[in-house]
C-alpha cells in the first residue's frame, strides 16, 4: 500500500525527538508533583527506611535531572536505561504510595515503552548525542 503522505517520510528523523519530548514533559510533572508532596512523604512510613525527609527533594531532582536529559538530548540512552527502571519501580509501588507516585499503572507501562523506543532509537534531532 503506498503511503498517503510520503513527503513526511523525510521528517523521520524528528519522531524520536518528539517522544523525548514527551517523556521529558512527563517527568517534570512528576518532579512538580513530588516536589509539592514532599511534606505528604515525608509522613508517609516505607518498609526499611521508615519516615525520612530527604526521599521527597532526591525523587523530585532525580526526576528534574532526567527530564531536562531527554529535553536537551544529553545522553539520552542512559536516562532512557534510568527512566526506564524508575517506571517498573513505579508500576510495582503506584498503589501502595500514591503520595510518592503520581501516575496510574497504564501510564507508567507506556512510560517504560516510550523509554525502551528512546534506548533503541536514540535521541533523534536536536540533541547533543551523535547519531552514529
Known amino acids: 500500500m503506498l503511503n498517503p503522505f510520503p513527503e513526511l517520510l523525510d521528517l523521520?528523523?524528528?519522531?524520536?525527538?518528539?517522544?523525548?519530548?514527551?517523556?521529558?514533559?512527563?517527568?517534570?510533572?512528576?518532579?512538580?508533583?513530588?516536589?509539592?508532596?514532599?511534606?505528604?512523604?515525608?509522613?508517609?512510613?516505607?518498609?526499611?527506611?521508615?519516615?525520612?525527609?530527604?526521599?521527597?527533594p532526591v525523587s523530585a531532582i532525580f526526576h528534574a535531572v532526567l527530564a531536562f536529559m531527554l529535553g536537551a538530548g544529553y545522553y539520552t540512552q542512559i536516562a532512557?536505561?534510568?527512566?526506564?527502571?524508575?517506571?517498573?519501580?513505579?508500576?510495582?509501588?503506584?498503589?501502595?504510595?500514591?503520595?510518592?507516585?503520581?501516575?496510574?499503572r497504564p501510564a507508567t507501562v507506556l512510560l517504560f515503552f516510550i523509554f525502551l523506543s528512546l534506548l533503541i532509537s536514540g535521541a533523534g534531532a536536536l540533541a547533543f548525542d551523535l547519531p552514529l
Open 80 to 104: 532512557a536505561i534510568l527512566g526506564g527502571l524508575g517506571a517498573v519501580k513505579s508500576f510495582f509501588l503506584a498503589k501502595r504510595y500514591p503520595a510518592l507516585i503520581p501516575l496510574s
Open 12 to 56: 523521520r528523523f524528528f519522531a524520536p525527538t518528539l517522544i523525548r519530548l514527551a517523556a521529558a514533559g512527563v517527568l517534570l510533572f512528576v518532579a512538580y508533583y513530588t516536589w509539592k508532596r514532599r511534606k505528604q512523604i515525608a509522613e508517609t512510613g516505607f518498609p526499611i527506611i521508615g519516615k525520612v525527609t530527604w526521599l521527597a
